[in-house]
């Protein structure tokens, strides 16, 4: 029997969109994964193997990722699209689809969370380090915008302080005050943290992994991390680093999933977001450039 070609043809485009529409349906139901408002079937790209750049987890090495050298540049859009309230850390921990919460095996507190995917390369990171003697202890994750807030507030106020000084009293300032809190803090809505991608590890004093245990624990970081998709973005500054914070030798981030959140943040959170937030001191955003020099204020293999 000879099948009408035309009819053979109907039924395999038709098997092929349910296929694709099955590989589409769980990110788009996710809350946490904002497409556009177009309609689904004109995101899709016209053949499968580029389906899988839409995909948010677990295929983010196949992600193009535009050139950032301009801060809210005209480029495509990022094919990993997550909410601009997601970017800024407006979310609860509880209620975060993209975010695990970490086993007290790899953290030193309960209630710690991070990215399924950043914490399943953890893991894998974890056992390696294991085997060679070094623990790799989470001291901070995922942070969301009212935590880094509370943070942030705290240091401004004076209710804790910072180098032995109460900076609402010893810098008057708002620009100077802000500026000496951005040695290690970041302002609420521009902090890696509120992606779940990073992580810091064992200690949160650069002197305690210059010498002993903790120089091992580092040095092993800087041989093995990046094999696990982790990378220091807050080294030493200088030439290489001219701008953002000091280094954080405990900071690590999980690039497969930060550099495209941080290009999609480039191009759609602005300064004006920063400085219409409700923390004390935002609108010292503006002249200390946070996005430009603080954002973008990272080692040149993590942009
Ligand atoms: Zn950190």
Not at 35 to 63: F, M, R
Not at 162 to 172: H, R
Not at 263 to 274: A, H, K
């Given at each position: 029997?000879?099948?009408?070609?035309?009819?053979?043809?109907?039924?395999?485009?038709?098997?092929?969109?349910?296929?694709?529409?099955?590989?589409?349906?769980?990110?788009?139901?996710?809350?946490?994964?904002?497409?556009?408002?177009?309609?689904?079937?004109?995101?899709?790209?016209?053949?499968?193997?580029s389906?899988?750049?839409?995909?948010?987890?677990?295929?983010?090495?196949?992600?193009?990722?535009?050139?950032?050298?301009?801060?809210?540049?005209?480029?495509?859009?990022?094919?990993?699209?997550?909410?601009?309230d997601?970017?800024?850390?407006?979310?609860?921990?509880?209620?975060?689809?993209?975010?695990?919460?970490?086993?007290?095996?790899?953290?030193?507190?309960?209630?710690?969370?991070?990215?399924?995917?950043?914490?399943?390369?953890?893991?894998?990171?974890?056992?390696?380090a294991?085997?060679?003697?070094?623990?790799?202890?989470?001291?901070?994750?995922?942070?969301?915008?009212?935590?880094?807030?509370?943070?942030?507030?705290?240091?401004?106020?004076?209710?804790?302080?910072?180098?032995?000084?109460?900076?609402?009293?010893?810098?008057?300032?708002?620009?100077?005050?802000?500026?000496?809190?951005?040695?290690?803090?970041?302002?609420?809505?521009?902090?890696?943290?509120?992606?779940?991608?990073?992580?810091?590890?064992?200690?949160?004093?650069?002197?305690?992994?210059?010498?002993?245990?903790?120089k091992?624990?580092?040095?092993?970081?800087?041989?093995?991390?990046?094999?696990?998709?982790?990378?220091?973005?807050?080294?030493?500054?200088?030439?290489?680093?001219?701008?953002?914070?000091?280094?954080?030798?405990?900071?690590?981030?999980?690039?497969?999933?930060?550099?495209?959140?941080?290009?999609?943040?480039?191009?759609?959170?602005?300064?004006?977001?920063?400085?219409?937030?409700?923390?004390?001191g935002?609108?010292?955003?503006?002249?200390?450039?946070?996005?430009?020099?603080?954002?973008?204020?990272?080692?040149e293999?993590?942009?």
């Amino acid at each position: 029997m000879v099948l009408d070609y035309t009819f053979v043809k109907y039924w395999a485009v038709a098997i092929s969109l349910f296929i694709c529409a099955s590989c589409q349906i769980t990110p788009v139901k996710d809350p946490n994964i904002v497409l556009d408002a177009n309609p689904i079937e004109e995101d899709l790209p016209s053949n499968e193997d580029s389906l899988d750049k839409i995909v948010p987890e677990g295929k983010t090495d196949q992600v193009v990722r535009p050139k950032t050298d301009t801060i809210k540049s005209n480029m495509p859009k990022q094919e990993i699209q997550v909410s601009r309230d997601f970017l800024m850390g407006k979310y609860r921990l509880a209620n975060q689809k993209l975010f695990s919460k970490i086993d007290k095996t790899y953290a030193n507190t309960a209630n710690r969370y991070m990215h399924k995917e950043a914490y399943d390369a953890f893991k894998k990171m974890y056992e390696a380090a294991k085997k060679e003697g070094i623990k790799l202890q989470i001291v901070s994750a995922a942070r969301p915008y009212h935590q880094q807030k509370a943070i942030w507030s705290a240091k401004w106020t004076g209710k804790r302080k910072v180098d032995g000084e109460n900076l609402a009293k010893a810098i008057p300032s708002i620009k100077e005050r802000a500026l000496k809190i951005l040695e290690y803090s970041s302002m609420p809505g521009t902090s890696r943290h509120h992606w779940g991608t990073d992580i810091d590890i064992n200690n949160l004093n650069n002197s305690y992994f210059e010498k002993g245990k903790g120089k091992q624990e580092y040095d092993w970081l800087v041989a093995n991390a990046a094999n696990f998709g982790f990378h220091q973005p807050y080294t030493q500054k200088g030439a290489a680093r001219p701008n953002g914070y000091e280094e954080e030798k405990w900071h690590w981030s999980y690039l497969p999933l930060a550099q495209p959140y941080l290009n999609q943040y480039l191009q759609e959170i602005t300064i004006e977001d920063i400085t219409a937030l409700d923390f004390a001191g935002a609108k010292s955003a503006a002249p200390i450039q946070v996005i430009e020099h603080y954002v973008l204020g990272i080692a040149e293999n993590c942009k």
